[in-house]
């Protein structure tokens, strides 16, 4: 709080019609007359990013596949989209692959017209399926099973770290604490002292976790070659903290 002088002053006014009065004024002396050479340490702010970065090892697999059929009947078609996709989940539950881990993400029933007509040929079945797999050593068996299905289209290989939350807990705790030590060193080094943090702010960087995939369609078929050619990468997540600290001048 500012500090003032306030001189009360007087003045007696004279009244011609009866006895007299007495005013009080009041005015404040500024706080730079009062302090004379004195300096004041204003605060200043710093500003310090700090990264984390955490590496890891995709430990699931996705595999998509295509079931596709044809037929003159809908039902034909259905029929033999249905049996081609439990041919194929044979296959891979001889190959250890539970069945609850072969999923249908979608299946659409359609007409397919004569060529410049309205009138209905046939149709089709399309299914889409994805095979989730927790040991990569069977990538190579899964990919057999479904070239000897004949499955008419294979998407793409997905390489996924399951617990990916906590890989970005800890890829934050770590920048956290380095956003901390260089503003310690920061702080030292520049003689000032470090009084509050003003605000912080993170966000997330590098390459996500989730989306590490491989194009599988133009692979050639070569048994054990799979595994060889299909390994998942070691993938890095970063995390930077921004955070704004008030300093105070210590002086030399």
Do not use: H
């Not at 004024?25 to 990013?49: H, Q, R, S």
């Not at 033999?80 to 993400?105: C, H, W």
């Not at 290989?157 to 399951?162: K, L, M, S």
């Not at 993170?202 to 995939?213: E, F, I, Q």
Request: proline share 4%; with cysteine.
């Amino acid at each position: 709080m500012k500090k003032s002088l306030v001189f009360p002053v007087f003045f007696l006014c004279l009244s011609l019609a009866a006895g007299a009065a007495a005013e009080t004024f009041t005015f404040t002396i500024p706080d730079v007359y009062l302090k004379g050479d004195a300096v004041t340490k204003e605060p200043v702010l710093l500003n310090v990013t700090g990264t984390g970065r955490v590496k890891t090892i995709p430990d699931q697999v996705v595999i998509s596949a295509r079931v596709y059929t044809e037929a003159k009947k809908a039902g034909e078609a259905f029929d033999a989209n249905q049996f081609k996709m439990r041919y194929l989940m044979d296959l891979l539950i001889t190959q250890g692959v539970p069945r609850e881990r072969i999923a249908t993400e979608s299946l659409s029933i359609y007409p397919i017209y004569k060529e410049s007509s309205s009138k209905v040929d046939k149709y089709a079945v399309d299914r889409n399926i994805k095979i989730f797999q927790d040991d990569m050593e069977k990538i190579s068996p899964i990919l057999d099973a479904l070239i000897d299905s004949q499955i008419e289209d294979i998407g793409n290989i997905q390489f996924i770290v399951r617990d990916l939350e906590r890989k970005y807990e800890e890829a934050l705790e770590e920048a956290a604490a380095d956003c901390r030590r260089r503003a310690k060193t920061l702080a030292a080094g520049m003689g000032v002292r470090i009084v509050g943090l003003k605000s912080m702010n993170y966000d997330y960087g590098g390459v996500p976790l989730a989306n590490v995939a491989r194009e599988a369609s133009s692979w050639d078929a070569g048994g054990g070659a799979f595994n060889q050619m299909i390994v998942p990468r070691e993938v890095t997540t970063t995390v930077n903290v921004y955070a704004t600290y008030e300093v105070v001048y210590e002086g030399d």
